[in-house]
């Protein structure tokens, strides 16, 4: 068994994050490819496709850092992203991906 110390663990806590975040995006861009290729120029991120509603959803609204640098990824990829939210009877909110 390898002993790692707390601090080794807090040095390696960015990238650890940055992998996270890298794979949720990668899952989502999945998504968008296969709703591009069904001529769709939006994804609505709720509890759909199996998307991290901690992310998607409750990030957004909260504009978590997770959220803000999946925000950035995704930006820098061309996409626009933006966090719907209404409240009516029922609250509405999820993250849009566009591609328009």
């Known amino acids: 068994m ?3 110390s707390a ?3 807090r040095k ?11 794979k949720k995006v990668e899952r989502l861009l999945a998504v968008v490819k296969k709703l591009a ?8 991120c709720g509890y759909d496709y199996n ?9 957004g609204y909260y504009s978590s850092p997770d959220w803000k640098k999946a925000k950035e ?4 990829l061309g996409y626009t992203v933006t966090f719907y939210y209404k409240e009516l009877q029922l609250v509405d909110m999820y993250t849009i ?3 328009k």
């Open 73 to 76: 990824l995704l930006t820098s």
């Open 12 to 22: 390696l806590m960015p990238q650890m994050v940055a992998d996270t975040i890298n």
């Open 51 to 59: 998307l991290d509603p901690d992310l998607w959803i409750r990030g």
């Open 97 to 99: 991906v566009s591609w």
């Open 2 to 4: 390898t002993l790692i």
């Open 37 to 44: 290729s069904d001529g769709k120029t939006e994804l609505r």
């Open 7 to 9: 601090d080794e663990v």
